[in-house]
Nanobody, 127 residues
Framework: QVQVVESGGDLVQAGGSLRLSCSASGLKFGSYAMGWFRQAPGKEREGVSCITASAVWDEYTNSVKGRFTTSRDNAKSTVYLQMNSLKPEDTAVYYC????????????????????WGQGTQVTVSS
């Protein structure tokens, strides 16, 4: 049984930092690309980042480039999202997803390639 569990969400002031973690079990973690997504109230889900299975490539949505960094530790079956210079507009529930492939396809941000989802963790950035 595959389980995907995010952690690290919190309330933080604008300009602050948070690191989200996502652990996946019940699968061969190192074989799959991993994605971070977020959904703010009243808005559609948005792809935030994607990292390939071997961590040689990562991609970001434009609004977080230069502020967010994704990484992974395949030995720990964990993917991370380091978020710096947080803004109120980053407030959302952040979800981790296991892609069905080992790379970040061109449409990764749609979430269509996600095989398993986590339950989400709340990030709130106050102004």
């Amino acid at each position: 049984q595959v389980q995907v569990v995010e952690s690290g969400g919190d309330l933080v002031q604008a300009g602050g930092s948070l690191r989200l973690s996502c652990s996946a079990s019940g699968l061969k973690f190192g074989s799959y690309a991993m994605g971070w997504f977020r959904q703010a109230p009243g808005k559609e889900r948005e792809g935030v980042s994607c990292i390939t299975a071997s961590a040689v490539w990562d991609e970001y949505t434009n609004s977080v480039k230069g502020r967010f960094t994704t990484s992974r530790d395949n030995a720990k079956s964990t993917v991370y999202l380091q978020m710096n210079s947080l803004k109120p507009e980053d407030t959302a529930v952040y979800y981790c997803g296991v892609l069905s492939v080992n790379n970040c396809p061109g449409d990764w941000s749609t979430g269509y390639d996600i095989k398993y989802w986590g339950q989400g963790t709340q990030v709130t950035v106050s102004s």
